[in-house]
Structure formats: C-alpha cells, structure tokens
C-alpha cells in the first residue's frame, strides 16, 4: 500500500467466535492483521458477548452503528442464518464492500423471506435475480414443489450483491463467475486464510486422538451435512480397509450428518475405523490436522464454497483430497488430489489412501505447506484486502 495514503478505514461484519461457523474462525484469524494497518471498529452480533482471549486493539461497536466517514462496510455472507443480521446493511448509504464466501446465497434467501412468512419477497428477489424462471421457481415452491439442485442452479447471488460496491471473492472461479453477473461492481480476488499452526506436532496431535503410528490417518473437518460427500468418503474407507490399508477416518465437527454417517459404517462393517472428535475450539484446531495423513474435502453438489478446512490441512503440511470441480482445480495437483465427482469418487480415495508412505508422499507434505505459506498467511491475505478497499473510489 502506498504510505502516503490515509489508512483504510473498516467497519467489520461477520460471525465472530465462539459462534460456530467457518467464518468466525477466518475473522479472528485476519481482523488482528488488518489492524496493524487499518482502523478497524467490528460489528458485534446479535445476543453475542467476546470470547476472554477477544484481542484488545479490536475495537467492538453496536451492531446498528453508524458508519464514519470515510469508513466502509465490510460485510461477510455466507449460506446461512449467521448473517442474517448483516443484510440490512447492504441497504445503508455507507460504502459497502461484501466478502462472497458462498457463490450460493439461496439458502439465505430462504431463511430471510420464507422462514419469517414473507413468500412474496423471495420470489421478487428470485425474479430479480433469475428473471420470469425464478418467480416460476419461487410459485412452485410455494405450493410444495422442490427440487434438491433448486438453490444451486438458482443461487441468488444478485439479490443480495447489486448494492454493494465492491466485492471479494476467495478464488479465480468466482471471481469470473461474478464480474460476469454483475459487471458494473467492482470485484476483487483475495485470498481465503487460516491461523498459521507455524510448528506441528504430529506425534501429539494423534496421541491426543488416540490415533497409532501405524494407521493411515484420513481427516475430515467441518460441520457435517450429506452434501459433505460423507456416504463416498466412507465407501472409500471401506474399499481401503478391504483392500488391508489400516485406514482409520477422523471427523472432526458436529452435523446432522453424523448419526447417518455412524449407521452406514456400521452397515459397512468398518465402524471400528471410525473416529468422531465432535467440536474443536479454534485454538485447538489449528495443529490438529497434523495427525492426518491425508485430508478430504468433497462436496456434491458443489457451489464453489471456499473451504478454510482443505487450508488447515496445507498450513500443517498435509495433502487434501478434493473434489474435482471449479474452485478446488486452482489449487496443485500434487498438494489437492482430485476425487471424480460421482460414483467413481469412492475409488479414487481408496487409491489414495493405499499409495500413503510410498516414496513421494512426503515430497506432497513439503509442497501443501508451501501452497499455504505463498497465497493463504494471514499477513499477506490482510494486504490483499487493504489494497484492494485502498483502490476503490467510493464517498
């Protein structure tokens, strides 16, 4: 950034811990960066008090406060009812810049219109966002009609993004994805970014888990939903173990996907290579995909989410499997994997998992750490961000 230049000025809005979401963690992550060289003030939500360890020098504000001048918005959306509260702020006046974590927004449609009794709002901002074929959309669901692709081929990303002024996106698909839809804001690629763990432990990490030395370790983190690929990454544990890979599955996370998840191996017969950890407190976190061998990510369908969890695995220096589809082909090869979207995802993950500790394997190790440490670090991600607020020409 140019020294010269009077400092940007910020007025955060997101999930912030100890609410459970993705997004949470990514805030406290960056927020102590972007202050170093910014005047930050943050939003606090809805019926939310600072965790103890809530740094100092970030200075919390009403959720209904009044913009400075020369201040911007920034707001963070993602697909679900944590930023419910944040939507009024992209009808203020201030100059607002909205943080794209989810390329779908339908769900948040969903929970902002319909699930407060206001059907006739969801289908203005699904004809507004999708023309004549979201308000057929939006009739059809009004008389019992869905389909599960609906919120996917029906995003709603407009709704939501037309008023803002700028807009930031995680990767180069979305970016590309958004200037299109909506050439006349002004879009921005940034980096996603998680807590830099800086030294491993992985001896402890599996101790901690009760993990041995000798099980090939496949890790899963986030909060578990059947869209996570669950029931695939389970069929490919089990074609491992059959296969005699000592594969032992670690989920870490809570979900309504868990309970599905336990009946299925049990059906499977590999309920003993199952581990579930439950939640993990940010700061527990960091280190603990040290523990894995490899890590796994695979949604279907998927919306282009940014996936914070296939970067804990890089920062710790551990290869991800991933999905084969839009923003997970950005990251290499050797460092994400790729898993088939479909039936043959199973197969994939199973070959995978019998080729951990051939020779090679850890040459994947040394490259994951240097993808994270190039592009996803919270120092050079806060840049990114201020150099991208710094050049907008917004009052």
């Avoid at 100059?95 to 407060?116: K, M, N, Q, Y």
Wanted: charged share 20%; aromatic share 6%.
């Amino acid at each position: 950034m140019d020294p010269h230049k009077e400092p940007v000025q910020i007025l955060w809005g997101s999930p912030l811990p100890p609410i459970r979401s993705g997004i949470s963690d990514y805030a406290l992550d960056i927020l102590p960066e972007l202050a170093k060289s910014a005047t930050v003030r943050v939003l606090s939500p809805p019926d939310w008090s600072p965790p103890a360890d809530w740094p100092e020098h970030l200075d919390l504000v009403a959720q209904d406060a009044d913009g400075l001048p020369g201040e911007i918005a920034v707001i963070h959306l993602g697909n679900n009812p944590h930023h419910l509260w944040l939507l009024d702020r992209l009808r203020c006046e201030e100059p607002t810049v909205v943080v794209l974590h989810d390329a779908v927004l339908h769900h948040l449609l969903v929970e902002s219109t319909i699930a407060v009794g206001d059907q006739s709002e969801f289908s203005r901002a699904l004809n507004a966002a999708h023309g004549s074929a979201g308000t057929a959309l939006a009739a059809a669901r009004a008389v019992g009609i869905q389909g599960r692709l609906d919120p996917f081929l029906y995003p709603a990303r407009r709704a939501f993004l037309e008023s803002a002024d700028g807009i930031i996106v995680h990767s180069e698909w979305a970016e590309e994805l958004v200037r299109r839809e909506l050439p006349g804001i002004t879009v921005g690629r940034v980096g996603l970014t998680v807590a830099d763990p800086r030294t491993t432990d992985r001896a402890g990490a599996r101790a901690r888990l009760g993990l041995s030395g000798n099980d090939v370790v496949l890790m899963h983190l986030g909060f578990l939903t059947p869209e996570k690929g669950l029931i695939e990454i389970l069929t490919g544990v089990a074609a491992a173990s059959k296969s005699g890979v000592p594969v032992r599955l670690v989920v870490v996370g809570e979900g309504r996907g868990i309970e599905p998840l336990r009946r299925a191996a049990v059906k499977a017969g590999v309920d003993d290579a199952l581990f579930f950890s439950g939640w993990v407190e940010p700061a527990d976190l960091a280190g603990l995909p040290a523990a894995a061998d490899l890590g796994v990510v695979y949604r279907t369908p998927s919306a282009g989410e940014t996936s914070a969890a296939a970067l804990r695995f890089l920062a710790c220096g551990v290869p991800v499997a991933v999905g084969g589809v839009r923003q997970f082909l950005e990251l290499p090869e050797p460092v994400a994997p790729r898993l088939t979207p479909g039936p043959s995802a199973a197969a994939d993950l199973a070959r995978l998992l019998a080729r951990v500790g051939e020779d090679g394997w850890s040459d994947r190790g040394v490259a994951a750490r240097k993808c994270y440490e190039a592009f996803h670090r919270p120092q050079s991600t806060a840049t990114e961000m201020l150099e991208f607020l710094g050049s907008l020409h917004v009052s």
